[in-house]
């Protein structure tokens, strides 16, 4: 499986998926000031969890399939403290509820920091 085919990852709180799961899709605020969703892969989920979330307790990740996304996903740079060659996939639309084929709790550890989770 290719890093562009594999399950993608977003992160929200458990209220925000349920509301998505009504609505029939997801439009956090990034959507609307940046023109995209905020997605990860399995083993770079932490980076922007800890930059944005470190200490939370109420998060969920919505693992997802590609193939369901139904607008075009981006890998892009992160951050500047990223690694230089990291990408991250941006979708350039809503989340479609649909396209979440799973959901699990995101916890931080005892620390308050996340870690990588397991394709």
Request: aromatic share 12%; glycine share 8%; net charge neutral.
């Given at each position: 499986m290719t890093r562009r085919?594999?399950?993608l990852l977003h992160i929200c709180t458990l209220e925000e998926w349920l509301q998505a799961r009504r609505a029939g899709e997801h439009r956090p605020k990034s959507l609307e000031t940046q023109g995209f969703v905020h997605?990860?892969?399995p083993d770079q989920v932490h980076l922007p969890a800890n930059r944005l979330f470190?200490?939370?307790t109420d998060?969920?990740?919505l693992r997802l399939d590609p193939v369901r996304l139904g607008s075009p996903v981006h890998w892009e740079p992160g951050v500047p403290s990223d690694p230089e060659s990291m990408r991250f996939p941006?979708?350039?639309g809503p989340l479609p509820a649909a396209a979440v084929i799973a959901v699990t709790s995101?916890?931080?550890d005892a620390d308050?920091?996340?870690?990588p989770?397991?394709?």
């Open positions: 085919t594999q399950t997605l990860s892969a470190a200490g939370r998060l969920v990740l941006h979708l350039y995101y916890e931080p308050g920091t996340f870690a989770v397991a394709s």
